[in-house]
């Protein structure tokens, strides 16, 4: 076992698929440089033809990533910022989601696009976006975001082995978190499969990314307070694993969902909607969201500190919820 | 002439099998046969067949929205392409793309897109893959004079140029984006102008005249294939419909200028060339015969072919949908 924190353990997710096969390379902003640090030693290792660096293009970039792709390649590409996924949705969702289907069936697009949520870190509005739910309703497009360092490598694996184009959304709160990874045997986790995080019997807590973190927080504060929370991650967003939420929620008869994205549209709202829709009658009190409000991201820390999902409104959440909880 | 009579016969019979196969599908459209909108190739047949006759079936090719002829050129069938546009089953998309989406991936016809300029990005990506698998194989992409005008057109010339891959843009300047003249939108006299913005080739070629679009679509080929990097074309050329079938008649061309380039139309200018280089009129005959047998062999073909199933609109949404798709 190794101690290996999260960004080396996305590149040691891209070196050992580049080892395993020749047809995957990486493009991006920055990585022979190893600027944002999950870079190193890949440029050294598989050498330029392999390892990137492009132009500021990024509908380009994604485009000519789809088209190598479509041809057998199987490209890997870090967007950096997600915000400037915005200049690309014309080459993602025109594209790399809807070739397959508009050529009914003649190729596939099996990219990854990486970029990273560089929310609550002082960057302002055009840097703090957490846009996955913008990209949710486009079919074609699978959706990952992982919430931990075990997570980021086994889901950026199976990302890189899966045949659709993956939007593989990174935390940037994660960066500075580190785990022990074993060093003798490979890890991989599948798409579309939610991991109970924690097992509880009275509220079922859903959380996305570094909201997950958070959740189990709060979950450990609660547990003194004689409520048993138990804590779902999606790890996909899209597909979206419902059964394993609807089997909890069914036991727990509570549910909250915690999304660090803008309420409005966000997967919490789907999955509270989903929940509602198929078994309402499970219910012992109306669900609730804990979200970003619907503003912009301030730069001043004071004003961005609070807007985003913490540990005490989790709490608060899941409070409110068993208080209002109808008699059994 | 150094060309092979054989070759001769082939872009003759090729241009013709356009121009036969748009006529029948306008025909069709009028019969209420064909639904949706429908844009028409007849007077660029040189500029497509000229281009597409040096390729062989394992290179690229990248197609506009206004593309029946693309595929044609590049060595497509006609039942499969027809069978598209009625929506057939059978139809090289199964039904799910139609007349802006055609592809053909069995002869490198790697698609048409209805989003102007985003098919450039796709084209340099193939182009990027084949260097990468260093297969030699060379990508004709195809765009229009309104395209030159995106953001993709600029970021995909640079991303070809400075990787040097082997692609061909070749641009179809029929001098109108819809209703608006290139003279209004386009800041040079001549879109290869700006190829050396790009440090490449740019080559201006008359597109009524195959030969002489085929002459430069040679050297680009030859070009790229030895390493030496992608090239610039512009086909000045023109469409006799409106931009789609079933639009009010021009008002920003007029009946005098249609008619000037109805005198330059590009099949009667190289069957004249056929007969001055001695092809005798029964050779061209039995070329004008095949080819009206081909087409009414894909009309009818398409016409009975069942429909599109309706089992299949959500299947290629992705390769692995993971869970299934909820119909509601």
């Not at chain 2, 209420?32 to 844009?39: F, M, S, T, V």
């Amino acid at each position: 076992m190794a101690r290996v924190n999260y960004l080396a353990a996305l590149r040691d997710a891209m070196a050992e698929e580049m080892r395993r096969d020749p047809r995957v390379f990486l493009m991006g902003e920055d990585l022979r440089a190893n600027l944002y640090g999950s870079s190193g030693g890949l440029l050294d290792e598989f050498g330029p033809e392999r390892v990137i660096d492009v132009p500021l293009a990024e509908n380009g970039v994604v485009g000519v990533a789809a088209g190598a792709a479509m041809v057998g390649m199987r490209p890997v590409l870090d967007i950096t910022i997600s915000a400037f996924l915005y200049p690309a949705t014309d080459q993602i969702i025109s594209i790399a989601a809807k070739s397959r289907y508009i050529y009914g069936g003649q190729t596939s697009v099996p990219i990854v696009i990486r970029s990273s949520m560089f929310y609550n870190a002082g960057a302002a509005a055009q840097h703090s976006d957490r846009p996955y739910s913008m990209f949710m309703s486009t079919p074609g497009l699978k959706i990952v975001a992982p919430s931990d360092v075990y997570d980021a490598k086994a889901l950026l694996k199976a990302s890189i082995r899966d045949e659709d184009p993956v939007l593989f959304f990174e935390d940037f709160n994660l960066w500075g978190t580190a785990a022990r990874l074993p060093d003798d045997e490979e890890i991989i986790l599948p798409l579309g499969k939610a991991a109970i995080k924690r097992e509880g019997a009275d509220v079922t807590v859903f959380a996305i990314a570094g909201s997950v973190s958070l959740a189990l927080a709060a979950a450990k504060i609660l547990e003194g307070e004689g409520v048993s929370v138990e804590v779902i991650d999606p790890r996909t967003i899209k597909p979206l694993d419902v059964e394993t939420v609807l089997t909890s929620v069914r036991k727990t008869g509570r549910f909250v969902a915690v999304d660090p994205a803008n309420r409005t549209g966000s997967v919490a709202s789907e999955i509270v909607a989903t929940v509602s829709e198929r078994i309402f009658t499970s219910l012992k009190a109306a669900p609730l969201r804990v979200c970003t409000p619907d503003t912009h991201i301030p730069f001043a820390a004071h004003m961005e500190k609070g807007l985003y999902p913490s540990t005490e409104s989790i709490a608060a959440a899941v409070r409110k919820v068993m208080a209002a909880s109808k008699p059994q | 002439m150094a060309l092979s009579n054989s070759l001769h016969a082939e872009m003759y019979r090729r241009m013709l099998r356009i121009r036969l196969f748009e006529e029948a599908a306008v025909e069709l459209l009028q019969r209420g046969e064909i639904a949706g909108a429908l844009h028409t190739t007849p007077g660029q047949e040189a500029t497509i067949v000229g281009a597409c006759i040096p390729l062989s079936d394992q290179d690229y090719m990248v197609g506009t929205h206004r593309s029946h002829g693309h595929p044609i050129g590049k060595n497509a069938g006609l039942k499969r392409l027809m069978a598209e546009l009625l929506g057939r089953v059978t139809g090289v998309n199964r039904g799910k793309g139609g007349s802006m989406h055609l592809a053909d991936f069995s002869v490198g016809s790697l698609g048409e897109t209805s989003i102007v300029g985003s098919g450039l990005p796709v084209a340099t990506g193939a182009a990027l893959g084949s260097k990468m698998q260093k297969n030699g194989r060379v990508t004709l992409c195809f765009f229009g004079d309104g395209a030159s005008s995106e953001g993709t057109f600029h970021e995909s010339l640079n991303m070809a140029s400075i990787w040097k891959l082997p692609v061909i843009y070749f641009c179809e300047n029929n001098g109108y984006a819809i209703s608006t003249p290139a003279s209004q939108t386009v800041s040079v006299k001549d879109i290869a102008i700006r190829a050396a913005g790009y440090d490449m080739p740019g080559h201006v070629v008359d597109g009524q005249d195959v030969l002489a679009v085929h002459a430069v679509m040679t050297e680009a080929v030859e070009r790229a294939r030895r390493g030496e990097g992608p090239s610039l074309i512009e086909a000045k050329t023109y469409r006799y419909d409106e931009h789609a079938m079933g639009l009010p008649p021009s008002n920003y061309r007029t009946a005098e200028e249609i008619e000037r380039w109805r005198q330059r139309d590009p099949i009667k200018l190289f069957k004249a060339v056929l007969s001055e280089g001695g092809m005798n009129a029964s050779e061209i005959d039995a070329i004008e015969a095949a080819v009206k047998t081909d087409v009414a062999e894909a009309v009818k073909f398409g016409l009975e072919s069942p429909l599109a199933d309706v089992a299949e609109t959500y299947d290629h949404v992705f390769v692995d949908p993971i869970l299934p798709l909820q119909s509601a």
